[in-house]
């Protein structure tokens, strides 16, 4: 079975820039996640989508941060424009729905300078 | 709300001797926990979860954890140490269903890093 895919792994922008990532979760699962993981820090939850709709985006930067399900199925993270302080790795994870195990992706690294 | 603390952000061990790494949580009402690891450039891989019954569980690679509701703790532990086992770990505690589709997210600890000696 694949595992949650992530797209592209490594990033490195200017601040001011913008920069997208994607993400295509396990087929079938209805639910996923977007995290940020700043180094030495645990992950932390930006947004969650049940199928195409979002269940929870409370601590998710929305002045610069956006994200969308396309379909319910593949996912993309946007951020516009960067700071600094946006330079982590972006976790993508899904789940088959709210409660069931969850399933991380690789992550996209994401360097601001 | 709740929230989680792994108590040691480094913990290092001899090949061979115990593995402990600590885990206590914050939640109004019992939580489901779990246990990932993460090694270097790649993503959260889960090692064990608890949600109902019996308090001890296992996981892969050798790992169990306890939960001790009196304690709000959810320790990791493993007999013996392997150099494979060096990576960073992370406590996690979710919701359980309370109704709709908002719940089930993960809220994470710091993280331990495991280092192993030979």
């Known amino acids: 079975e694949a595992g949650v895919a992530q797209s592209p792994r490594y990033k490195i922008i200017e601040k001011r820039q913008s920069v997208a990532f994607w993400c295509n979760p396990i087929?079938?699962?209805?639910?996923l996640y977007w995290y940020q993981q700043i180094l030495g820090q645990g992950p932390k939850l930006l947004i969650q989508?049940?199928?195409?709709?979002?269940?929870?985006d409370s601590q998710l930067p929305k002045d610069r941060f956006s994200a969308e399900r396309l379909k319910g199925v593949d996912s993309t993270l946007k951020i516009q424009p960067a700071k600094l302080e946006d330079s982590a790795v972006y976790l993508c994870?899904?789940?088959?729905?709210?409660?069931?195990?969850?399933?991380f992706g690789e992550g996209s690294w994401l360097t601001v300078v | 709300a709740q929230s989680v603390t792994q108590l040691g952000s480094h913990v290092s061990v001899s090949e061979g001797a115990l593995v402990l790494l600590r885990c206590n949580y914050s939640?109004?009402?019992?939580?489901?926990l779990f246990w990932y690891v993460q090694y270097p450039n790649q993503g959260l891989q889960l090692l064990l979860k608890y949600t109902t019954g019996a308090t001890l569980v296992k996981g892969i690679n050798g790992f169990e954890a306890e939960f001790k509701k009196s304690e709000t703790s959810f320790h990791l532990t493993k007999p013996s140490a392997h150099m494979s086992d060096a990576a960073e770990y992370f406590c996690a505690v979710s919701d359980r269903y309370a109704g709709g589709t908002s719940y089930g997210k993960l809220t994470f600890g710091q993280g331990t890093i495991l280092t192993v000696h030979p």
């Open positions: 087929s079938g699962h209805a639910t």
């Open positions: 989508f049940q199928n195409n709709g979002v269940v929870d």
């Open positions: 994870a899904s789940s088959l729905e709210p409660g069931n195990t969850i399933y």
């Open positions: 939640s109004s009402v019992p939580p489901y």
